[in-house]
């Protein structure tokens, strides 16, 4: 048996350790933007390339990074901010029909009154807890006071972190772009040399499980806002293009849709149209679900080299792990882990003997 190489633990390597180390630890705050703009820059770098070969090298060195980084992060968040200001106003036009209706005592829908067997106890209740002193003017009033101080610090701190967050990726993704070709090559020749074809076969993997995920996600919000654009207007939900094109903004992330559709139902039954918003949530909900569960892996199946379960385990396990961002590196992840097992399987078959 044997044991370690004499010089595998050499001062060179305990320095290095050292130093990456604390490199790593320094720049702890910054992984996060980091990985965002490496994950933009690959799954936009064959766009990038074929609009590179047609400019002039003044501006393909200088110009096209710059501007291709601003028009991503134009269309990333551009779509994001208009949803949550759709969202935003309605919440705004909600909260202005309670106060209204608070100080005419907030009288129970006719619909709760219409529901089989306790809607007139239901009713009752209601009305009663609206009227009380401590009901929902009370409430209210607390919202007003230092709870709403609290979720205003918050929500401040929130758009700090995030403005932090789009500053670091907008400038890494600029430097990516303009330094993409010689690292790639740099890295493409270093995992040659330690790994060989096995390593260029991974990494390749990788990258179209990235690019993969990105465009399941383009594709899954266009369906879901188109169909959610019909079923709003056929419906007759008020500015149904609008909450078509938020609900498909936000489908364009797992489990991130259904708020959309809720808004819109909890709209409806505000405005006393209960069969509308029943219809808009189990709808919303069936289209949703099938698009998250079924449609974006098998969207995902060729590019990625996954097949369905594999897909839907990496989509939803990189998002219970890693949050938002593992929802682009989670299927990546499991299509490398696949090829890689693929492989080994490959090797432990035996080879039939070849006949004399």
Known sequence: MTGWPPNWLSSRRITAAAVLGLTLWLIRSFMIPLI????FAIANWPLYRRCAQHAP??????????????????????????????????????????????????????????????????????????????????LLSRVEGGS?????????????????????????????????????????????????????????????????????????????????????ATLHIPSPIAWGAVTGILAMLPFIGYAAVAAVSVAQLTHDAAASALLVGALGFAVLFLSDKFVRPMLMVKG???DFLGALMGTAGGLQTFGLL????GPMI??????????????????????P
């Open 36 to 39: 965002w703009a490496a994950v």
């Open 57 to 138: 090298e003044a501006l393909r060195v200088h110009v096209l990074p710059l501007a291709f980084s601003i028009l991503i992060t134009v269309l990333v968040l551009g779509p994001v901010v208009f949803a949550f200001s759709i969202l935003a106003g309605q919440s705004q036009a909600w909260l202005t029909e309670i106060s209204i209706m608070d100080q005419g005592g907030l009288p129970a829908p006719s619909w709760v009154r219409a529901i089989p067997m306790v809607g007139t106890r239901l009713a009752d209740a209601w009305n009663d807890a609206a009227g009380a002193p401590g009901g929902l003017s009370a």
């Open 148 to 232: 709403l101080l609290h979720s205003l610090q918050s929500v401040g701190n929130l758009i700090a972190y995030h403005t932090f967050v789009v500053a670091i990726t907008v400038v890494a993704l600029v430097l990516l772009f303009r330094r993409g070709e010689a690292l790639a090559e740099l890295l493409a020749r270093r995992i040659d040399e330690q790994f060989g074809r096995l390593g260029a076969k991974f990494v390749g993997v990788a990258v179209a499980g990235l690019r993969a995920t990105v465009h399941s996600m383009v594709l899954v919000g266009l369906i879901d806002g188109i169909v959610m654009g019909i079923i709003y």
């Open 304 to 306: 990625a080299r996954l």
């Open 326 to 329: 593992g929802i682009f590196i």
């Open 334 to 355: 499991v299509a490398v882990g696949k090829a890689m097992l693929d492989e080994w399987l490959a090797h432990l078959r035996p080879v039939p003997p070849t006949e």
